[in-house]
């Protein structure tokens, strides 16, 4: 399991950036940006649909950049922007992916790396499978390390929510990851 995320980001750059320095916003971005590609790819499944809601997160958080509480983390801050980008593009679509479960290749041992890409392919279909919710708690806990406070307050929800939602994904995952023969995989 990934470590639990911590901010490192240089609490006067974020000032700078605050006051309306737009190399300072640059920069910040460039600490968190493949964080967030990560987290936005995981959620829309798409290169070219990820740069789209990156792109439009960065000018939500460019313009929202003023009203940043300096007591928050930038980065978890800037997770949420994200999270939230990608859900409207979701809802603009109407898309929450949809992958017969006999079209999810048997998932095998990773042996070699062709394996092992195989396995993320099909773990990326299953979390394809998933309502934006449930997808956006296992992205960021088992995905990105943040602990279940800082997905919690990424996503805008209780802690006990974010647990109920990672719990019922999990199980979701469980069930579309499953061999033919019943046995899970591990």
Known sequence: MAAMMVDVTDPSLVRQAV?????????LLREHDDRMRAVA???VGSESVM?????????KAHRALPGFRADADF??????????AAYDHLRKVGRTAEV???????????????????LGTQLQDALAT?????????VLVDGEGLSYAEAAEALGVERGTLAS?????RAQLRDRLRR???????
């Not at 017969?100 to 195989?118: G, I, K, N, Y």
């Open 75 to 84: 980065g978890t801050w800037l997770h949420r922007i994200v999270v939230n």
């Open 19 to 27: 006051d309306g320095d737009v190399d300072a916003f640059a920069k």
């Open 100 to 118: 017969p479960l006999d079209a999810v290749p048997e998932p095998v041992a990773p042996t070699s790396m062709e394996d092992r890409l195989a």
């Open 180 to 186: 033919p023969d019943g046995e899970e995989t591990r």
């Open 41 to 43: 790819y995981r959620l």
């Open 165 to 169: 939602r990672l719990n019922r994904a």
């Open 130 to 138: 998933l309502s934006p919710d449930f997808r956006a708690a296992v």
């Open 51 to 59: 740069d789209d809601v990156l792109q439009v997160a960065y000018l």
